[in-house]
């Protein structure tokens, strides 16, 4: 029995997942605006369980609305994020099932139109709805995609400030995904869903080195999303679910010369001039 629930639960993650890849194509078509939730750039564990997390508990908890979880890299990078890939694959989620930078033209969604019609006193005024988006894991756009911020409409991030949003969560935490957690406990107390709370307890764990005071990231609030998280999965062994996510992050013989450059890689820009940083593991 508990073999069939677990079954169930993934496969309602698995079943959200697959709706909206059919529903991408007709996009312009819904009658309600669409909300894109989107992590940074580096499109680590942290920044894709943010995403992901918050876009499935905000599509479950609104009925009809349409809630898409970008990951903000292109879709060939995607195996380069080598413990994202991982605990996705733990929950059944590969490649085919996520949204990426190629998967969607997000400016031009973002610049679509929705007129709505609604009849008040036999008369018929017209109201303009854009689609908006919510930012994780980072609280300014990139350059490329500045032209967007009047549609961002909520941030939540553990990076330093850099925005004045009036709709900003920003603390620095140990992980992004405490922050998301404890929103969407706000926002539903009886939150139970296990995908969600093992990624998330998963990412916390590898964030925070494990939780421990020496490394300098934990902060109660990690601690005690941690708890919560485990109040309903049961007592988890954190310490060989931390060694097997540093092994997948260290995981990098598969990788090309190319791949190991693009694996890490952050680009700068101002004034014109690109800048790209990317760090490359020393191998023996």
Known sequence: TKLILLDSL?????????????????????????????GNQACDLDSGVSCLTLAFHRAAAQPGSTVLPMFNIHSQDFPLKTEL?????EENIHAEHLIFRDTLDLASMMNMELVLVIVINCSLPAFSIWNRMVLVDHNVLT??????ESRVVEIIDHHA????????????????????????????????????????L????LD??????AA??????????????????????????????VEEKSRVDH??????????????????????????PMLA
């Open 202 to 205: 998963k990412t916390i764990l």
């Open 216 to 245: 300098k990231r934990v902060t109660p609030l990690d601690v005690e999303m941690v708890e919560k998280c485990e109040e309903v999965l049961g007592p988890q062994d954190r310490g060989e679910m931390f060694r097997r996510l």
């Open 10 to 38: 993934l496969q309602e993650m698995l079943s959200w997942l697959t709706s909206l890849q059919s529903l991408l194509p007709r996009l312009s078509c819904l009658p309600s605006p669409v909300t894109v939730v989107m």
């Open 208 to 213: 925070t080195v494990q939780l421990q005071p």
């Open 255 to 280: 990788l090309t010369v190319g791949q190991l450059c693009r694996r890490d890689l952050k680009v700068v820009s101002k004034d014109g001039v690109r800048i790209a940083l990317s760090s490359v």
């Open 85 to 89: 890939v991982a605990v996705l694959a």
């Open 143 to 148: 350059e490329e995609d500045k032209e967007l």
């Open 161 to 200: 400030k850099e925005t004045d949003h009036e709709n900003a969560t920003i603390e620095q935490v140990g992980s992004c995904s405490s922050l998301v957690l404890r929103q969407i406990i706000a926002e539903s107390p009886s939150f139970q869903d296990l995908s969600c709370l093992r990624m998330i």
